[in-house]
C-alpha cells in the first residue's frame, strides 16, 4: 500500500489564524517530507524528517512550523500566514533519505487559501 | 543555469504517436533519477526510477547518459491518458539528505 494521506483537503483561513496540517502514512518510511507547489511550478521543498528528526530546513519562515510527533505522522502547524502563501501543500514519504533511488511518495496535498 | 532544465512544451501528440523527453541536470555527483507524471490539480505520481543501463516499463523507456548529464523518456503508442505533465527529477548531489531537484516540467496533449 504505497498510500500518504493529508487533511484537510482544503483550507481557507484568515491572516491571524491558526491552522494544522495532517499526513499520514503507514508504510514504515522513515523520511517523511512538505512540499509547497504554486500554480504552473514544481514542488519545492519545505522540510525534511529523518527518523523523527528535522534534518532540512529550507530556510522556510517561521510562520510554517513542522512536527513530527511519531514515524507515522507529520504536521504543519501555520500561523500569521500571509496571502501569497496559498498554494497545494503536498506531503510525501519514502523509506529512508540515505540510500540509492529514494523513491519518495506523494501524498494529495492540502490546497490552502489565506485571505 | 537551472539545476534540472526540461523543454516545457507543451507538447500536442495525436494518439498512438511516439514522443520523447529531454532533460539535463548540472550536477555531477547527483545520483537518483526518476521522472513523476502530474495530472492537473493531483500530486505527482512515480512513473519511473531511471537506472544507469536503461529502463523498460511496458510503453514507457527511461535512459540516462551521465556523461553528458542527460536523462530521458520515451512513451510510445500515446493514450489520452498520458496527458499530463512529466516531472524530471533528480536527487541533489551525494550525501544523499532525501532532497529531490525538480524540473519545471514537460506538458503532454495526447489528442484524439
Known amino acids: 500500500d504505497t498510500e500518504v494521506t493529508q487533511t484537510p483537503k482544503h483550507l481557507v483561513m484568515g491572516m491571524t489564524n491558526k491552522k494544522s496540517l495532517k499526513c499520514e502514512q503507514h508504510?514504515?518510511?522513515?523520511?517523511m517530507y512538505w512540499y509547497k507547489q504554486k500554480a504552473k511550478k514544481p514542488p519545492e521543498l519545505m522540510f525534511v524528517?529523518?527518523?523523527?528528526?528535522?534534518?532540512i530546513n529550507e530556510s522556510v519562515p517561521s510562520r510554517f512550523s513542522p512536527e513530527c510527533p511519531n514515524s507515522s505522522l507529520l504536521n504543519l502547524h501555520l500561523h500569521a500566514l500571509q496571502p501569497e502563501d496559498s498554494a497545494l501543500y503536498l506531503c510525501?514519504?519514502?523509506?529512508?533519505?540515505?540510500?540509492?533511488?529514494?523513491?519518495?511518495?506523494f501524498g494529495p496535498g492540502t490546497r490552502l487559501t489565506v485571505l | 543555469r537551472k539545476e534540472v532544465e526540461q523543454d516545457p512544451g507543451p507538447f500536442n501528440v495525436p494518439e498512438g504517436a511516439t514522443v520523447a523527453f529531454n532533460c539535463t541536470y548540472s550536477?555531477?555527483?547527483?545520483?537518483?533519477f526518476f521522472w513523476y507524471r502530474q495530472d492537473c490539480r493531483k500530486e505527482p505520481k512515480l512513473l519511473m526510477s531511471?537506472?544507469?543501463s536503461g529502463n523498460e516499463d511496458g510503453r514507457f523507456t527511461a535512459q540516462l547518459n551521465r556523461a553528458s548529464q542527460y536523462i530521458s523518456l520515451l512513451i510510445r503508442d500515446s493514450k489520452l491518458s498520458d496527458s499530463a505533465t512529466y516531472l524530471c527529477?533528480?536527487?541533489?548531489?551525494?550525501?544523499?539528505?532525501?532532497?529531490?531537484?525538480f524540473g519545471q516540467g514537460t506538458t503532454l496533449q495526447v489528442k484524439p
Open positions: 510525501a514519504s519514502s523509506q529512508a533519505p540515505a540510500g540509492y533511488y529514494n523513491e519518495q511518495f
Open positions: 508504510m514504515g518510511h522513515r523520511a
Open positions: 524528517y529523518s527518523y523523527e528528526k528535522l534534518s
Open positions: 550536477n555531477s555527483a547527483s545520483q537518483s
Open positions: 531511471v537506472y544507469s
Open positions: 527529477v533528480v536527487n541533489a548531489g551525494s550525501g544523499n539528505t532525501g532532497k529531490l531537484i
